[in-house]
């Protein structure tokens, strides 16, 4: 019994750390409605400046001035983004602001190698809190006791904040009705900036606090972004008390399944949210979102087909594709073969996000599964190459369609944490069922057939199934069956009012979505010759969502752009520098200030100023002719 | 456009490739930007080799160079890499990579090109044994030899309660198999009361610490390290976990490891490491003044892991007579190299090295976490059997 009691104990510890990261995160997104991937980048900067100042300044008040020094730090830190980055484009289409925080947290990363230099630091041991206290004989840190007091008072803190000042109560009615609150003559900068520093400041004092806990290192930041994001959307999004509740719940599951499933901590936090969503769409202590005022774009020019110019225009440059293997080596083909193959992934997530408004966190369960599909079907069925690549998109269907079905009855960011719950499930099924997907060592030598081997032939059979598959999409996109699909995406009362079935239509378009990326995958297991569980990890969801993002949600085919620009710019900065990934975060930072319509809005600035209808001042018309 | 300048670049590289004809080049692959702590000592070890073997007169008569890649951490990017490399980079060879599974992408990459690849740092068993080829070659020793290691000091103490601790992949839990089954082999009466297995850089160092001393062992396996390591210390000492019982853990004698501890590391663990300070070898002594001359800093064994790489690529090279990959195939077999620990021998059977490791204890000397009582032990006396090579290595 002592011992239950102290591990439990032990979980409130590690959930208030968890809390105050989450709440923070879940007030951003309430309020601003910004997905803030940065969040981790903020609690690792946090952890960080919060080492380097009690290191200097020592003490106990050093200390503790430090931690909350550094906190504060971090929140001038974020409101800075808030305004020079955040505030340009809060016109731009939903979750694109994700894609200016990822390339923020791309620079940080290296910034805090650049900045700390690479090794673990450990920080000192809080004064006061160093030793343990004996609780019905067991030993428990003190500091985890004083973690344990601290998460309820800072509850506490938050409520009153939020319940008693007038500063807090702007901030929950935007949370309900942001353009109410507009309308009323708020003003919005302010009220946005003030919040996300608050935000940010929680972030920045949970990372600050955890110096006593662990080292820090460079990769705290995506350690704790998964699971902040599991643990608000949990609790549901801009709910306090929910993330409060939630970051218990997830703690208290670690500290308790480790001692029945010892391996399960993997992937238990994931199962946990599975099952809430399934449960409860919207979290635990979560609202409906409310509907969306703002009309959308495709309403006022919907899309059109590509007119003629356009078509000859695709032929030509997929012809001259085609003949880049009379002056390209054996890697560059190689490198395009890869390229290709993430065109395709890329469509298919464009597919499910700008014709069918689902934004998938978890398409890279799809790519891996077709990957595996095909790289099992070698391994265990002997199969051909040609035949092994059918395999792969079968699986990905077939993981599309069961996983579709749940997750389809959700909308917005809830549908597209249950996306990536369901690609966590996946990825840790491959990565645990040893004896047949070979674990994290991976399934070796998946190796295309003779005819298939040299890179020009690769690359040729990847150009085939990229063309094929954009105009497959594009000709889906345009069917009565995209109609439906773009009817249930801009209206969905209106479209089961005309008998369109949303929960069928948005189904089947999962499934196909996902058969198109098990295609990519399976090709991508051949060109690489090995299959991992990467395949199916996050890392590979976040590509996509930024390859789609880059080119422009509201274009059709926009993520091809996207695909080609972000992969080719990542394998060449791999292959030239140490520091990726600050120039590629610095440039997409750019980017996103630049061209807040994507890549595929260039051709709007290209495009001579009368062909440009008077649509174009609305706030989300490049739909247009793509 | 982007597609246009990496074409670009690529030309350029090609051009360079002709003008560098009297040069030998190696391709180097590593987790640079993903795992900078035990990457960038590693690159300052293979920078001082490259200059030692260039200032010695190069290989086969010709300016040795080494051309290196980020991996990002990530299998697929190394192959990227790796094909880069070998392409448009003209490599005669392929070295490299820390993850075990980046490891043996890169080795079936080798295999499928039938290009020569020496991983220095990834310990998987299976590298050299079921996933060994004619095309691979490995330095560090491997899981096996290091279980081996430790399990023989193991056997000696009184402890007959055992508990595991090991990050939840591959390299954990073949740690921990190769570990039980060696003890369990020399000492019957042992019993394992416990195991945990945190996720890689996700532990919840409190909790299993807890669940760990619930079940009263009198002796403790631990696989965990960097960060998780930290964490598991820290909750370890504050709790008490440690007190009165030997705890036998894998790498943490490595500065790498062992120097974010600083004073709070547990003394009398039982580890395998790197003690730097305190290694009597003349060849080291010799090693350590280059070193510290060169970069005014102390060598981590990712250092000495760099430096005997290139230095070992170009004992290959020069031994062939020649960049031929069969014959450097043919001369890697019972290559002997000289090293900073003595003499190592790359073996014929399964091209693993007999890079050793230090065997000692751990202890706090001047606020510092060190190895004490350190012994050398020849990788050799620990490798895999040459039975065992026959029955796990797929014949060539």
Redesign the interface.
């Known amino acids: 019994m002592a011992f239950l009691i102290v591990q439990a104990l032990t979980g409130l510890a590690s959930a208030a750390s968890l809390f105050l990261i989450a709440s923070g995160l879940s007030i951003i997104f309430g309020v601003t409605r910004i997905v803030n991937f940065a969040h981790g980048a903020f609690t690792m900067i946090g952890a960080y400046l919060a080492y380097s100042l009690t290191e200097r300044l020592g003490g106990a008040f050093g200390f503790w001035f430090g931690l909350f020094a550094a906190a504060v730090a971090v929140a001038a830190i974020g409101a800075a983004t808030e305004i020079l980055l955040l505030r340009r484009i809060y016109k731009a289409p939903e979750l694109f602001q994700l894609l200016a925080t990822f390339g923020v947290t791309l620079m940080v990363q290296d910034l805090v190698i650049l900045g700390w230099g690479p090794e673990d630091l450990l920080g000192r041991r809080a004064p006061g809190f160093t030793g343990a206290v004996t609780i019905l004989g067991q030993r428990v840190p003190a500091y985890d006791l004083f973690l344990v007091a601290a998460g309820p008072v800072v509850l506490g803190g938050l409520w009153l904040l939020f319940n008693r000042t007038r500063w807090g109560i702007l901030v929950r009615a935007a949370t309900q009705d942001r353009d109410m609150v507009a309308a009323l003559g708020v003003d919005q900068k302010w009220l946005f900036t003030s919040v996300f520093a608050l935000g940010v400041f929680l972030a920045g004092l949970g990372g600050a606090l955890q110096i006593p806990r662990e080292a820090v290192s460079h990769s705290m930041d995506l350690r704790v972004i998964v699971e902040v994001f599991v643990v608000v959307v949990i609790g549901g999004l801009g709910s306090v008390p929910g993330a409060f509740l939630a970051a218990v719940i997830v703690s208290e599951i670690n500290a308790f399944g480790i001692l029945i499933f010892p391996k399960i901590s993997i992937v238990v936090v994931f199962l946990v949210m599975a099952v809430v969503l399934v449960v409860r769409p919207f979290g635990l202590f979560g609202r409906p979102e409310a509907a969306r005022r703002t009309t959308p774009g495709a309403t006022i020019r919907p899309w059109q087909p590509l007119g003629s110019t356009s078509r000859i225009a695709v032929a030509l440059l997929v012809c001259a594709l085609a003949a880049a293997p009379a002056f390209a080596g054996p890697y560059l083909l190689s490198v395009g073969a890869e390229i290709l193959l993430f065109v395709v992934f890329a469509a298919s997530l464009q597919f499910l996000m700008s014709v069918g408004g689902l934004a998938s966190f978890g398409h890279a369960a799809y790519f891996g599964l077709g990957s595996y599909g095909s790289a099992l079907a070698v391994k265990w069925l002997g199969a051909p190459m040609e035949a092994a690549i059918l395999a792969g998109p079968v699986l990905a269907g077939l993981g599309g369609i069961l996983f579709g079905w749940f997750c389809v009855r959700l909308s917005g960011v809830y549908f597209a944490m249950l996306t990536l719950a369901f690609a966590q499930i996946a990825w840790s099924i491959a990565f645990q069922w040893v004896a047949v997907t070979g674990g994290d060592n991976g399934i070796l030598g998946v190796w295309p057939s003779a005819w298939a081997s040299k890179p020009a032939a690769f690359y040729w059979l990847s150009l085939a199934v990229a063309t094929v598959s954009v105009a497959a999409l594009r000709i889906i996109a345009f069917s009565p069956f995209g109609y439906r699909l773009r009817a249930v995406r801009d209206s969905t009362l209106r479209a089961e009012a005309i008998g369109i079935d949303r929960l069928s239509t948005q189904w089947i378009a999962f499934a196909v979505a996902g058969a198109v990326a098990g295609l990519a995958g399976a090709l991508y297991a051949f060109l690489k010759g090995n299959v991992f569980p990467d395949a199916l990890a996050i890392p590979t969801s976040v590509d996509g969502l930024v390859m789609v993002l880059l080119g422009g949600l509201e274009t059709v085919s926009g993520a091809a752009i996207g695909a080609v620009a972000f992969k080719a710019l990542s394998i060449w900065l791999m292959s030239q520098t140490d520091y990726s990934k600050l120039v590629l975060g610095a440039i997409i930072v750019v980017l996103v200030v630049f061209l807040p319509k994507g890549l595929g809005g260039l051709a709007d600035l290209v495009r001579p100023a009368g062909a440009r209808r008077d649509g174009t001042s609305g706030s989300s018309t490049t739909e247009a002719a793509r | 456009m982007?597609?246009a300048?990496?074409?670009g670049?690529?030309f350029m590289a090609?051009t360079a490739s002709f003008a560098a004809a009297q040069t030998i080049k190696i391709g180097e692959i590593n987790s640079?930007?993903g795992l900078?702590?035990f990457t960038?000592p590693y690159r300052k070890g293979w920078q001082l080799a490259v200059e030692e073997i260039n200032a010695a007169g190069g290989v086969l008569g010709k300016k040795f160079e080494v051309v290196s890649?980020?991996?990002?951490g990530?299998?697929?990017?190394a192959?990227?890499?790796a094909?880069?490399l070998v392409?448009?980079d003209q490599v005669v060879m392929l070295t490299g990579t820390f993850f075990?599974?980046i490891g043996?992408?890169v080795?079936?990459?080798a295999?499928?090109k039938k290009v020569l690849f020496l991983a220095a740092e990834p310990l998987?068993d299976?590298v050299t044994l079921a996933?060994g080829h004619k095309y691979v070659l490995r330095l560090r020793p491997q899981n096996y030899a290091q279980a081996a290691m430790l399990a023989e000091e193991a056997a000696k103490l009184p402890a007959k309660k055992w508990a595991t601790i090991a990050p939840?992949?591959?390299y954990g839990?073949s740690a921990v198999a190769v570990f039980k089954d060696l003890l369990s082999k020399k000492r019957p009466d042992i019993q394992w009361v416990a195991?945990?297995?945190?996720?890689q850089?996700?532990i919840?160092?409190?909790?299993?610490v807890?669940?760990i001393a619930?079940a009263e062992p009198e002796a403790i396996l631990n696989v965990t390290f960097?960060?998780d390591l930290?964490?598991l210390v820290?909750?370890g000492n504050?709790?008490?976990l440690f007190e009165k019982r030997a705890v036998v853990s894998f790498l943490t004698g490595e500065p790498?490891y062992i120097?974010?501890?600083?004073d709070?590391t547990p003394a009398g663990w039982i580890v395998t490491g790197y003690p730097w300070y305190d290694v009597k070898m003349p060849e080291h002594a010799a090693f350590l003044k280059a070193y510290q001359a060169k970069y005014n800093d102390y060598p981590r064994l990712g250092s000495l892991v760099g430096y005997m790489t290139m230095k070992s690529a170009a004992a290959i090279i020069a031994k062939a007579g020649s960049t031929d990959t069969d014959k450097m195939v043919a001369a890697a077999k019972g290559l002997e190299v000289p090293s900073p620990f003595g003499k190592i021998v790359f073996r014929a059977s399964d091209g693993q090295s007999t890079l050793g490791a230090f065997v000692g204890k751990t202890a706090v000397k001047d606020g510092k976490g060190v190895m004490v009582d350190s012994v050398y032990r020849d990788g050799a006396a620990y490798m895999p059997s040459e039975d065992m090579v026959k029955a796990l290595r797929p014949a060539d």
């Open positions: 982007v597609l300048g990496a074409l670049g690529a090609a640079y930007s900078p702590a960038e890649k980020d991996d990002g990530k299998p697929a990017d192959v990227t890499a094909n880069e392409s448009s075990s599974h043996l992408a080795s079936d990459f295999k499928q998987t299976a996933k939840n992949y591959e839990q195991e945990q297995w945190p996720t850089g996700k919840e160092a409190g909790a299993v807890q669940a619930a960097g960060p930290v964490k820290r909750e504050t709790r008490g790498e120097d974010p501890l600083k709070e």
